[in-house]
């Protein structure tokens, strides 16, 4: 797999080229990035590329129909940080159109490259947008409009953050398709360094917000009681039965937990591709590396004496840039493993009584670990890590078959509108108050019918 400076069994590609970058993303990027290829497997990723346009275009007419024909629902939407944190959406699912464009159209001088160029300069846009306003969300949420307490954290949260983490890694995958990339130029630079900057936020905003969902789930008063009341003395005692947790995911929202593989997976990816990018740029480009020597005394923009770096100490610096990132990444890979034994456990324990929407959070975190822990085998030349990135890719796959099947039996067999997870309304309760209030409006017209309430009917036995 090219030449490299190796360790052992470890090694570290010299080169990587461009086709490499070109793997991001859930099911689509999983496909390509799959640790033993094959032609069809390239195939079917360029179909879900297909398919993704199609989903994104449909979606967003549906949502700029919605806030033209229902402004003020539409504007309530980023009361709540939960409900913003859905925005994040967008420039994920923008960004994996960007990547399928540079893996399936980018060749040398071609008009993809400069539309992926601003679609991702438009995803940065959107991802530091969205975690300002998940921000000032969370605020307007805490002046009392809506529950801001422990029991409000949901691994929804991290949508609002895990964007400027794939859009970082989108910025490694495009990075080698521009055309001053040999020669470092301002573009790549540019481009890289905003690669690392937007990664560094949204590792950091994460990191913020692992302690709030923590904090949610060990809190002391993790339990409410609810009693219903009675002319007997003993049910002035809360029923164990009628204790419901507040600080635990709700029952049909325990889907949700594996979002918390999301930013720790696709850190770890992108970390790997920035990283080789950045050793590539300063094992070719030893000119643009300097180190600046200058005289003792005050500073002087007139008197530095520049001395190029040693191209031997350019190479093993570089190195030194692989296995930095390649320590972050198993870091990361550690934690993230650990979350998904827990989001496994967690889903066993509490199965989601019906299909919702929230059932698809499952597939781009367990995706975008996938290609972390396939980066890696590739990368330290590991069998045992590509072997468990080809299973967790099937896998991966398979949850999205799933989560389509039931998606089409649900909401297009059975005609049923998918509502997310926490926002169902059980039809039996809808149907037994309007069939209360029904039953009251018959009853009162039968008593005014009757000659009033001297019949003893109340109108609740009609």
């Not at 879900?48 to 199609?54: E, G, K, M, P």
């Not at 495009?174 to 573009?187: F, S």
Request: hydrophobic letters at 45%; a positive charge.
């Amino acid at each position: 797999m090219g030449t490299g400076k190796s360790w052992g069994n470890l090694q570290f590609k010299r080169e990587p080229k461009a086709k490499e970058y070109s793997r991001k993303g859930a099911v689509m990027v999983v496909l390509d990035n799959f640790p033993y290829p094959a032609n069809w497997l390239r195939n079917l990723a360029y179909c879900f590329w297909i398919l993704t346009i199609i989903l994104f275009i449909l979606f967003i007419l549906l949502s700029l129909s919605r806030l033209i024909l229902y402004p003020t629902p539409a504007r309530q939407t980023f009361h709540s940080f939960t409900k913003t944190s859905y925005l994040g959406a967008i420039p994920v699912s923008l960004d994996n159109i960007t990547t399928g464009l540079l893996l399936h159209h980018g060749n040398s001088n071609s008009p993809a490259i400069w539309a992926a160029f601003t679609l991702w300069w438009l995803g940065v846009l959107l991802s530091v947008l969205l975690a300002l306003v998940g921000v000032f969300a969370a605020g307007a949420s805490a002046n009392g409009r809506h529950n801001s307490g422990l029991s409000s954290v949901s691994g929804v949260w991290f949508l609002s953050v895990i964007p400027l983490i794939v859009t970082s890694a989108v910025g490694g995958t495009l990075i080698p398709y521009l055309p001053d990339w040999q020669a470092g130029g301002r573009m790549a630079s540019t481009t890289l360094v905003v690669s690392f900057m937007i990664l560094s936020l949204g590792v950091a905003l994460s990191f913020l917000l692992y302690p709030l969902f923590f904090a949610r789930i060990i809190s002391s008063n993790s339990t409410t009681t609810t009693t219903t009341t009675t002319t007997s003395s003993s049910d002035k005692h809360p029923n164990p039965s009628s204790t419901v947790s507040r600080h635990t995911p709700s029952i049909n929202n325990t889907p949700s937990t594996f979002i918390l593989l999301g930013p720790l997976g696709m850190s770890g990816y992108s970390v790997q591709k920035l990283a080789a990018a950045l050793a590539h740029s300063i094992r070719t480009n030893p000119t643009s590396f300097t180190i600046t020597i200058r005289t003792p005394g005050p500073i002087s923009p007139h008197d530095p004496t520049v001395t190029p770096a040693d191209p031997s100490s350019l190479v093993a610096i570089s190195q030194c840039i692989h296995w930095i990132a390649a320590l972050a990444a198993l870091c990361a890979v550690a934690l993230g493993s650990c979350f998904l034994c827990w989001a496994v456990g967690s889903v066993v324990a509490k199965p989601p009584t019906r299909y919702s929407v929230g059932c698809w959070s499952v597939v781009f975190p367990v995706g975008v670990y996938t290609l972390a822990v396939a980066e890696l085998g590739r990368g330290l030349r590991s069998e045992g890590f590509r072997g468990w990135g080809a299973v967790c890719g099937v896998l991966t796959v398979a949850v999205w078959a799933g989560n389509a099947a039931c998606s089409f039996w649900e909401g297009v067999w059975r005609g049923k509108v998918l509502a997310g997870a926490g926002e169902e309304m059980p039809a039996p309760e809808v149907g037994n108050v309007e069939a209360r209030s029904a039953e009251k409006r018959i009853g009162e017209g039968m008593q005014s019918y009757c000659g009033g309430s001297g019949s003893g009917n109340d109108g609740h036995d009609v």
